[in-house]
């Protein structure tokens, strides 16, 4: 029995089919990555995953659990967390407060949620933004305290979401070196990124979907020469 | 809390409790009455409101169930209506289960919206069931004291507890949490929050003692009707007034909101004849204006301009 | 049957009534997400400057319209701009404190007026305030009928006007992200002035409509600001032909609950299906237009 | 064309611009680089208007824009796709490209400009009818690019226009960039994609903690140590 | 004992007896309010041209409290006139539920209260003796002489009942209910109603369907026009419309219902044209001097005025006991009739009130029963609409 598995999953927003049957399965351990032209449906999946919508179709698996059905606050207590594309700070409570609000999933004292998420704050180099309230951060720092406060739930798989979007290369290579840490920390990861270097760098196996389908799956060595993925996503700049 | 955190609640809960023996006008009292049972109907209201971000429009349901609760005990049973103290907080609570349970499934002004026709919803249903409620005549007592010194302290006792229970659950997990949901749901829901359940646990104390107060405000003022105890402009909308002019989401705020309320009420009646009612809406309009987060909300703001007076970078737009 | 069907007829040319005063709502609360609790109020000071140019000039109501309607755009825009889009440029804890900022407006205008007029009932008394033509034994109300006429009009016009032309859509986009509506060249103070403004005017509009119908006193307002909530959100935030249709659902509704049940549930009929809406079809009636 | 003069900006208390000045040339192609929180950002939503600096001016056109309502400066002909797209989320992808362009001398060619950025992005074309808010991340940047074009502007500022797009659109849109600049529209770009910007690009001014330090044509930059060390981490 | 600034207060009421009035000035019932304000002043105003203001030496100096047609507000002003401004006595209230509020009050401090206006029967049936009704009768007795109409003329073999749902409606209906009964009348329809409705249409075509020979109904002064008004439209014929009271005898009603109200009947306690002495000289001092015609809500305040300095001008002493024992033994003619505090049925201080059938003829209104005070002749039944110019 995998650690994650999906099968078949399908969804439909009105007349369309933003995910059209697709199944994979994720090792504990491993960085699974999820690529695909924009649109294709990639925010859709993590959406499937975390249980904000319901699926049309299929079943979702995790560590031998039936999850799909759930919402998405037990599917988090279960130990998958989540970053959004698509920013959700609580705006008008500070950094370390928004972590704190992950860290009380397993735990009601609040001394300890808070040395929890100041623990996590270092580990993600936000610390010295704590005090700062969400709302004033620049993006990046915004996409760090997604991290953080998905962290702070002690996920066992974490869904990261374009978190690396808007950062040079060196801040590329500092987030690598982040998310690699949480793979360290024992963490199973999926994750969506458009930045190659990301991607290809770090990911153990990836999917590549198109339209809702699956094109193809394999390294990232693989992924990278294979004729369908280029023509639909990497552009022949990369072939 | 520390010894620092409890001076405020020390010198308040001193002049509140040496206040009635100093001024022994029962006028005065009954204003004090008064600001107390505003005080408390915000501080529930602020919890769901204020912390947890579900803007209630039906509170007076809460109000006028613990209301009724001790009056239908003298009209039915011949049962002392102080027993509603009793049993009021509890059948509002009970009610406000099914209530959240329909309407925390919306968000925003859905909700707000939802609460509003659930508010009116009791005060037509306790107007036209005449046989469980008395319909429109109302429910009439003799009143059990003679001074006001008991209803004071009731009173005080009452605002009291609902301060506490409030302040240790704001400054518990579920205080984050509740802020959280405030903040963003959806973010909120992918931490690991149950939200729905969460709103409950802010709904249902804030029930409680809205039912708390009603019944007291039965016990104490002697009559009710539905019209006045279940009332859209005068309970429901008043109540987000309170807490708005002294601070949403802040401990003092719906006292200090209640407070003015009630001072500004009968000053204005007093100096302003017809004019009064006017006056009070300039106020209004004006405290929101320029302290758009309440009193208490703003004194950060107030402090800051007290204390420094650089120039600063005008920011047109804002978000 | 001729019960049910007067039941019917008297619900939809009630609603229409709803209608014609949701629809400045429609614009004010759907589009600008503004909860005006002093909706009303513009309502029935809309009716007070028809009711003065009646009677001291013998203008038929239904011409008043025009002249109430500006003031109130007037009206309007002073309010929006002096005293709303001053709090849009702060950031309070809940966005719900505009509300209260209306409560204050409400009341201002509402003591206002009253000192102005008293607060005598009020009426004018018109040749065909309570003509109607027979259909079988049907009665159908003649001023009633044209106000269903012009609650149509005006909502089709309302309608093309946000969704065809430059000056609705700023209204929609400033509505929606504000900073972004300037970014393209928005005057965005000016246009949520202009909205608050035609908002009002509507608002003044049903107002003179019921006139000829209904009677005035500076109270009045309370009533039409509960319909008007229940009728926008019934037809679906910002949606003018669901503000048309939701007005008709809550007259017809109301309606069937005053024949069949009693006149005093009536209103408990009425939100009883906006509860059920609200839940089962969160995006009201505009959402059954989609798919 | 655009003059920016040792302007300082803050965000209450806290100054994030000290003494910013540069400048973009008619017909240029300027980048602005920086590392997160560097400022640039902050910077184009002074031009537009939409903060105030508490020193210093901004000329466009000869023209001073330094205190004009935001509203204008669009107007005057500087179009802005912000960060974070900041479309109309409730109103379709065409309405939303309508809304590019309330500019009069924009709007008469609006047809014709939005049969062009269809042409630019084929998919707005065949989602012109759903809302912006149900789009993809990549879709929704690439409705903001193109409701930027719609207004035809003599001075476009975009914002990060590559973040979240797909590796293939990536290199589309900074093609599309530098086709609308070869068509004579001046360009200023916040990127963080730098290679890139750097290759394609005029001149370029390095921000760093809300002073610029370095400044130079693309090439220039590229071969600049400090640049190539704090951020192509080479 | 007292604090606060009592002793400046025990100084100035030196020279006078002060009498506190609560009446809503501002606020949903504000039209009334401020008619029976006005009544009030212009009756002081005669009261001291006759030097009948100065009783002992002391001026009688009326305070009026808004309640903003609130109870709460009813509240804090009666227990502000009591303590701050230590009031001889109290009056006003005029609806019911304030009236309540301020009768409980009254009670508990021992201060006398004379209701102007509220009306619910309970309030002066609870055994309060310090709570006093004049001018006003009890809800359930506004009908006393439709009764004596209706055995002696119209002997109706069914009727129908609208009333709004508030205090006075229910219990107007409750009593005229429960007299039907008595008397083996068919109630083929009996509903109450939220009053501000726009659309009364489809409780009246279900009326109609019903086929009452009389209608009675219960309504403030806007829906009474709009029924009248809707039943025209929809053609409905009873042979008989009766109001109880409140709104069907007023100005405003003529003026919206136009000529829908002709042959509209209504019980009263008081019209202008009404024998007793004063009463139309009150109705045109008040037309002329506020420009506006009152209604018995404001005959009933004026009567409570002259009630307050006759009492006040007895008083052995202005201590409650004073002026309670000298309101019990009132017996005075006013413009609203005979005003006596009586106890009977479980009422107590409580006048017996007169009552009228007033009926619209040619816009205007006619006394039509009891017949000795007739001023005009009951058209019964009355003409179909489609008869009807
Ligand atoms: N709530 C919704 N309603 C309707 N359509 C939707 C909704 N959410 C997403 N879609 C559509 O589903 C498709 C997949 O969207 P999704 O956000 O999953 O793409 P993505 O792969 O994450 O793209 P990107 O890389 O640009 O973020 C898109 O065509 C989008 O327009
Ligand atoms: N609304 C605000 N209130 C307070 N501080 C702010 C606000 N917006 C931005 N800042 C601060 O101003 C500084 C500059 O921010 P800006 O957004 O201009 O950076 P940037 O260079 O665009 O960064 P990025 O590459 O992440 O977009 C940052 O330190 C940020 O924290
Ligand atoms: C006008 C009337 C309906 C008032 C009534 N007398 C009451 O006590 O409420
Ligand atoms: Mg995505
Ligand atoms: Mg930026």
């Keep these: 029995m995998s650690f994650f598995e999906v099968k078949n999953i399908v969804k439909n927003f009105g007349g369309l089919r933003a995910v059209n049957d697709i199944s994979f399965t994720v090792e504990q351990g491993e960085i699974f990555g999820l690529i695909g032209p924009n649109g294709s449906g990639k925010t859709t999946i993590f959406n499937l995953i975390n249980g904000f919508y319901p699926l049309t179709s299929g079943e979702i698996y995790?560590?031998?659990?039936?999850?799909?059905?759930?919402?998405?606050?037990?599917?988090?207590?279960?130990?998958?967390?989540?970053?959004?594309?698509?920013?959700?700070?609580?705006?008008?409570?500070?950094?370390?407060e928004n972590v704190m609000a992950g860290a009380f999933l397993h735990t009601s004292s609040i001394v300890r949620a808070r040395a929890r998420a100041l623990e996590i704050l270092e580990f993600c180099g936000l610390y010295h933004r704590k005090d700062m309230d969400a709302k004033n951060l620049t993006i990046a720092d915004r996409k760090r305290l997604e991290i953080a406060r998905a962290l702070a739930t002690e996920p066992q798989l974490l869904l990261l979401d374009e978190t690396a979007a808007g950062l040079n290369p060196k801040e590329t290579e500092e987030a690598i070196k982040i998310i690699l840490k949480i793979k360290e920390a024992g963490i199973t990861i999926i994750i969506v990124e458009h930045i190659m270097k990301v991607i290809m760098g770090i990911s153990d196996r990836i999917l590549a979907i198109s339209f809702g389908?699956?094109?193809?799956?394999?390294?990232?060595?693989?992924?990278?020469?294979?004729?369908?993925?280029?023509?639909?996503?990497?552009?022949?700049?990369?072939? | 809390m520390n010894w620092k955190g409890m001076i405020v609640p020390a010198i308040v809960a001193v002049i509140a409790v040496v206040l009635p023996f100093v001024v022994q006008a029962p006028y005065v009292q009954h204003i004090m009455i008064m600001v107390f049972i505003w005080a408390t109907l915000g501080t529930a209201w602020n919890l769901l409101g204020g912390?947890?971000?579900?803007v209630s429009f039906g509170h007076a349901a809460f109000f006028g169930l613990g209301a009724y609760s001790a009056g239908l005990l003298i009209f039915h049973l011949k049962i002392s209506p102080w027993w509603g103290l009793v049993l009021g907080p509890f059948i509002s609570m009970l009610v406000a289960i099914p209530i959240g349970i329909i309407c925390f499934r919306?968000?925003?002004?859905?909700?707000?919206?939802?609460?509003?026709?659930?508010?009116?919803?009791?005060?037509?249903?306790?107007?036209?069931?005449?046989?469980?409620?008395?319909?429109?005549?109302?429910?009439?007592?003799?009143?059990?004291?003679?001074?006001?010194?008991?209803?004071?302290?009731?009173?005080?006792?009452?605002w009291g507890m609902s301060l506490l229970i409030v302040d240790r659950m704001v400054k518990s997990k579920l205080g984050y949490y509740f802020v959280s949901i405030r903040e963003d749901q959806d973010a909120a829901?992918?931490?690991?929050?149950?939200?729905?359940?969460?709103?409950?646990?802010?709904?249902?104390?804030?029930?409680?003692?809205?039912?708390?107060?009603?019944?007291?405000?039965?016990?104490?003022?002697?009559?009710?009707?539905?019209?006045?105890?279940?009332?859209?402009?005068?309970?429901?909308?008043?109540?987000?007034?309170?807490?708005?002019?002294?601070?949403?989401?802040?401990?003092?705020?719906?006292?200090?909101?209640?407070?003015?309320?009630?001072?500004?009420?009968?000053?204005?009646?007093?100096?302003?004849?017809?004019?009064?009612?006017?006056?009070?809406?300039?106020?209004?309009?004006?405290?929101?204006?320029?302290?758009p987060n309440g009193i208490i909300g703003e004194l950060g703001t107030l402090k800051r301009l007290l204390s420094r007076q650089k120039a600063k970078a005008v920011m047109a737009g804002g978000n | 049957m001729s019960l049910f069907l007067q039941t019917i007829i008297c619900g939809i040319l009630l609603g229409a009534m709803y209608a014609l005063i949701a629809i400045g709502m429609t614009l004010i609360m759907g589009v600008m997400k503004i909860i005006n609790l002093a909706h009303g109020a513009l309502v029935m000071v809309g009716m007070y400057i028809t009711y003065f140019c009646f009677k001291e000039w013998g203008i038929d109501p239904y011409l008043g319209m025009f002249i109430s309607m500006p003031i109130l755009f007037f009206i309007g825009c002073i309010i929006q701009k002096y005293l709303i889009n001053r709090l849009v440029e702060v950031d309070s804890i809940l966005p719900e404190n505009q509300v209260l900022l209306t409560v204050g407006i409400m009341l201002v205008l509402t003591e206002t007026m009253r000192l102005i007029f008293k607060s005598d009932y009020r009426s004018v008394a018109t040749s065909y305030s309570s003509s109607t033509f027979f259909l079988g034994d049907i009665s159908i109300s003649i001023p009633m009928t044209i106000g269903f006429l012009i609650a149509m009009i005006f909502t089709w016009l309302l309608h093309l006007f946000l969704t065809r032309t430059d000056l609705g859509r700023s209204i929609r986009a400033t509505a929606q992200d504000r900073d972004a509506a300037i970014y393209m060249g928005v005057n965005a103070p000016r246009i949520t002035v202009i909205t608050f403004g035609i908002g009002s005017a509507l608002a003044a509009a049903g107002g003179s409509l019921l006139l000829p119908l209904f009677y005035l006193w500076p109270d009045i307002g309370?009533?039409?600001?509960?319909?008007?909530?229940?009728?926008?959100?019934?037809?679906?935030?910002?949606?003018t032909m669901g503000a048309l249709f939701g007005g008709l659902t809550l007259g017809i509704a109301e309606s069937l609950g005053a024949t069949y049940i009693s006149m005093g549930y009536k209103d408990v009929v009425g939100l009883i299906i906006f509860l059920l809406v609200l839940l089962f079809l969160p995006g009201g009636f505009k959402s059954l237009t989609r798919r | 064309m655009l003059k920016v003069n040792n302007i300082n900006v803050s965000y209450g208390d806290v100054q994030v611009l000290w003494d910013v000045s540069f400048e973009v040339p008619e017909g240029e192609l300027v980048a602005l680089l920086g590392a997160n929180g560097a400022g640039k950002t902050?910077?184009?939503?002074?031009?537009?208007?939409?903060?105030?600096?508490?020193?210093?001016?901004?000329?466009?056109?000869?023209?001073?824009?330094?205190?004009?309502?935001?509203?204008?400066?669009?107007?005057?002909?500087?179009?802005?796709?912000?960060?974070?797209?900041?479309?109309?989320?409730?109103?379709?992808?065409?309405?939303?490209?309508?809304?590019?362009?309330?500019v009069p001398e924009a709007k008469k060619k609006r047809?014709?400009?939005?049969?062009?950025?269809?042409?630019?992005?084929?998919?707005?074309?065949?989602?012109?009818?759903?809302?912006?808010?149900?789009?993809?991340?990549?879709?929704?940047?690439?409705?903001?690019?193109?409701?930027?074009?719609?207004?035809?502007?003599?001075?476009?500022?975009?914002?990060?226009?590559?973040?979240?797009?797909?590796?293939?659109?990536?290199?589309?849109?900074?093609?599309?960039?530098?086709?609308?600049?070869?068509?004579?529209?001046?360009?200023?770009?916040?990127?963080?994609?730098?290679?890139?910007?750097?290759?394609?690009?005029?001149?370029?001014?390095?921000?760093?903690?809300?002073?610029?330090?370095?400044?130079g044509s693309g090439a220039e930059l590229l071969n600049n140590q400090h640049v190539k060390e704090a951020y192509l981490g080479i | 004992g007292c604090g606060g600034g009592g002793s400046q207060q025990e100084q100035g009421a030196q020279n006078v007896v002060k009498v506190g009035v609560i009446l809503p000035l501002t606020g949903t019932e504000a039209m009334f309010g401020t008619m029976e304000k006005n009544s009030m002043e212009m009756a002081y105003e005669e009261l001291k041209a006759a030097g009948k203001t100065t009783v002992n030496g002391k001026e009688i100096k009326l305070i009026f409290e808004d309640d903003q047609s609130k109870q709460d507000a009813a509240k804090a002003a009666a227990e502000k006139l009591i303590n701050q401004d230590k009031v001889a006595m109290l009056s006003g209230g005029y609806s019911s539920a304030n009236t309540n509020v301020i009768a409980g009050t009254a009670q508990s401090k021992g201060i006398p209260f004379l209701i102007v206006t509220g009306s619910a029967d309970k309030i002066t049936k609870q055994g309060w003796q310090w709570v006093f009704r004049g001018a006003a009768a009890p809800s359930s007795k506004y009908t006393s002489a439709l009764w004596d109409l209706f055995d002696k003329k119209i002997k109706p073999r069914n009727v129908a009942i609208i009333y709004e749902n508030t205090d006075f409606g229910t219990s107007s209906a409750e009593a005229f209910r429960a007299a039907c009964k008595a008397r083996g009348i068919n109630v083929v329809f009996d509903q109450g109603y939220e009053k501000g409705a726009i659309d009364f249409k489809p409780m009246l075509a279900n009326m109609k369907k019903a086929n009452p020979d009389v209608v009675f109904a219960v309504s403030y002064v806007m829906d009474a026009s709009l029924i009248v008004k809707q039943m025209k439209e929809l053609d409905f014929n009873p042979r008989l419309f009766v109001g109880g009271a409140a709104g069907y005898t007023m100005p405003e009603f003529l003026e919206n219902a136009g000529n829908a109200a002709e042959y509209v009947a209504s019980t009263t306690l008081w019209v202008p044209s009404v024998s007793w002495k004063g009463a139309s000289d009150y109705f045109k001092k008040y037309k002329e001097k506020y420009g506006k015609e009152p209604d018995y809500h404001g005959a009933q305040a004026y009567a409570t005025m002259y009630v307050i300095a006759d009492a006040l001008g007895r008083a052995k002493d202005f201590t409650p006991a004073g002026i309670q024992k000298a309101l019990k033994e009132t017996d005075l003619m006013t413009i609203m009739g005979p005003i006596k505090f009586e106890d009977w049925e479980g009422y107590t201080n409580q006048d017996k009130p007169t009552t009228y059938v007033v009926q619209w003829q040619k816009g205007k209104l006619e006394v039509v029963w009891p017949e000795e005070a007739a001023s005009g002749k009951l058209v019964f039944p009355v003409p179909k609409w489609s008869e009807r110019k």
């Excluded at chain 2, 912390?51 to 579900?54: E, K, L, N, S």
């Excluded at chain 4, 990127?191 to 290759?199: K, R, T, Y």
């Design chain 1, 62 to 96: 995790f560590q031998g659990r039936r999850i799909d059905g759930l919402p998405p606050h037990k599917i988090c207590a279960l130990g998958i967390g989540r970053t959004f594309q698509v920013v959700k700070p609580l705006k008008r409570m500070s950094v370390l």
């Design chain 2, 189 to 291: 829901e992918s931490l690991g929050i149950p939200t729905t359940r969460y709103k409950m646990f802010a709904l249902l104390p804030s029930a409680f003692i809205a039912g708390l107060v009603g019944a007291f405000y039965m016990n104490y003022i002697a009559f009710i009707d539905p019209h006045v105890v279940f009332s859209l402009s005068d309970i429901s909308v008043m109540v987000i007034l309170v807490v708005m002019m002294g601070g949403v989401a802040t401990l003092w705020g719906p006292s200090v909101g209640a407070a003015i309320y009630v001072a500004l009420g009968e000053l204005f009646r007093a100096w302003l004849g017809a004019a009064n009612v006017l006056a009070f809406g300039i106020i209004v309009c004006l405290v929101i204006l320029f302290l």
């Design chain 3, 222 to 239: 309370h009533l039409f600001t509960a319909k008007a909530f229940i009728i926008t959100i019934l037809g679906g935030m910002g949606s």
């Design chain 4, 111 to 215: 047809k014709e400009t939005m049969e062009w950025v269809f042409s630019l992005f084929p998919i707005l074309k065949d989602k012109q009818n759903q809302e912006a808010g149900t789009l993809s991340g990549g879709q929704q940047q690439m409705l903001a690019i193109g409701r930027g074009l719609m207004a035809l502007p003599k001075l476009l500022m975009l914002d990060e226009p590559s973040l979240g797009l797909a590796p293939v659109l990536v290199n589309q849109v900074f093609e599309i960039v530098k086709e609308i600049n070869q068509r004579g529209i001046t360009v200023l770009l916040v990127e963080q994609n730098i290679m890139h910007a750097l290759n394609m690009c005029t001149r370029a001014y390095v921000l760093e903690n809300g002073r610029i330090t370095l400044q």
């Design chain 2, 106 to 158: 919306l968000r925003g002004p859905y909700f707000a919206l939802a609460t509003l026709a659930l508010g009116e919803i009791f005060r037509l249903v306790f107007t036209n069931w005449v046989s469980l409620t008395n319909g429109a005549q109302g429910i009439l007592i003799l009143s059990s004291f003679p001074t006001k010194l008991p209803y004071y302290f009731i009173a005080f006792f009452i």
């Design chain 4, 42 to 102: 902050t910077i184009l939503n002074t031009i537009s208007g939409l903060l105030r600096p508490h020193g210093g001016n901004i000329y466009f056109l000869q023209n001073e824009i330094t205190r004009i309502p935001a509203y204008r400066v669009a107007e005057m002909g500087i179009a802005h796709v912000p960060e974070g797209r900041r479309l109309f989320p409730e109103m379709t992808v065409k309405e939303n490209l309508e809304m590019g362009s309330l």
């Design chain 1, 213 to 239: 389908r699956e094109i193809a799956i394999g390294t990232p060595k693989e992924i990278a020469n294979h004729p369908e993925v280029i023509k639909a996503y990497l552009g022949e700049a990369y072939a």
């Design chain 2, 51 to 54: 912390y947890a971000g579900q």
